[in-house]
C-alpha cells in the first residue's frame, strides 16, 4: 500500500524559505521510472504543479517558479525534499506530494499541509 | 508553454450524464497523455483517469475519458450522476520536456 504524508512548517515569515518534507512507503525512489511530484494549491484556486524528482535523480521545475524551487531526495530513508525560497503571502496555499508510477501522471496523493506566510 | 482550458463550473442532475472538456491550447492533445483528478471538498484529490481512457482500479465504469484531435481537447464524461460525484475536476497533462500542465480546473454539482 502506497502513502505518502507531507510535513513542515505551517506559519513562515516573507522572504523565509519554506523546507518541506515528504515521507512516504510502499515504494522506493530507486525503482526504475517512478518518481515524486509536488503540486500546490491555494485557498479556493486550482492545482498547480510544481516540481517532479525521478528515481535516477532527474528533476522537473515549473518554469514560472524554476529560480526558486529546489528539489531532493534521500532515497534510504524514503524522503523527497521540496525548497523554495523567498517565500511570499501569495505562496499561502496546500502543498502536496505525489506518486508519480512512470507515465507523468499522480496514482497516489499525500493528505497535503497548509502552509501559510505571513507576518 | 500551453494551457489547459476547463469550463469553470458545470451542473446536472442525479442520474444523468455530463461531461467536462479540456481543451489544450496549443500542441497536439493527442501527443502527450492526459489526466482527471476529483477533489471533494476538504480533500486530497484523487485519480479518476489516466493515461486519457484508463481507470485506476476502484473508480467505478460510470467514469470515461477521451480524446478528441479536432477540437485538440480532452473530455471526462460521468454517467448515472450520483450526488458523491459533486467535487472539483482537474485535468493534467505535460510537454516534450515532461513539463506538467494542469487545467484551471471545474466544478460539478449534481442538483
Known amino acids: 500500500q502506497i502513502t505518502l504524508k507531507e510535513s513542515g512548517p505551517t506559519l513562515v515569515k516573507p522572504t523565509q524559505t519554506l523546507t518541506l518534507t515528504c515521507t512516504f512507503s510502499?515504494?522506493?525512489?530507486?525503482?526504475?521510472?517512478?518518481?515524486v511530484g509536488w503540486i500546490r494549491q491555494p485557498p479556493g484556486k486550482a492545482l498547480e504543479w510544481l516540481a517532479l524528482i525521478y528515481w535516477d535523480d532527474d528533476k522537473r521545475y515549473s518554469p514560472s517558479l524554476k529560480s526558486r524551487l529546489s528539489i531532493t531526495k534521500d532515497t534510504s530513508k524514503n524522503q523527497v525534499f521540496l525548497t523554495m525560497t523567498n517565500m511570499d503571502p501569495v505562496d499561502t496555499a496546500t502543498y502536496y506530494c505525489?506518486?508519480?508510477?512512470?507515465?507523468?501522471?499522480?496514482?497516489?496523493w499525500g493528505q497535503g499541509t497548509l502552509v501559510t506566510v505571513s507576518s | 508553454n500551453f494551457v489547459l482550458a476547463q469550463p469553470h463550473s458545470v451542473s446536472e442532475s442525479p442520474g444523468k450524464t455530463v461531461t467536462i472538456s479540456c481543451t489544450r491550447s496549443?500542441?497536439?492533445?493527442?501527443?502527450?497523455?492526459v489526466q482527471w483528478y476529483q477533489q471533494r471538498p476538504g480533500s486530497a484529490p484523487t485519480t479518476v483517469i489516466y493515461?486519457?481512457?484508463?481507470?485506476p482500479s476502484g473508480v467505478p465504469d460510470r467514469f470515461s475519458g477521451s480524446i478528441d484531435s479536432s477540437s485538440n481537447s480532452a473530455s471526462l464524461t460521468i454517467s448515472g450522476l450520483e450526488t458523491e460525484d459533486e467535487a472539483d475536476y482537474y485535468c493534467q497533462s505535460y510537454d516534450t520536456s515532461i513539463l506538467w500542465v494542469f487545467g484551471g480546473g471545474t466544478k460539478l454539482t449534481v442538483l
Open positions: 510502499g515504494f522506493s525512489l530507486s525503482t526504475s521510472g517512478v518518481a
Open positions: 505525489a506518486h508519480v508510477p512512470g507515465q507523468p501522471a499522480v496514482d497516489y
Open positions: 496549443s500542441g497536439s492533445i493527442a501527443t502527450n497523455y
Open positions: 493515461e486519457d481512457n484508463q481507470r
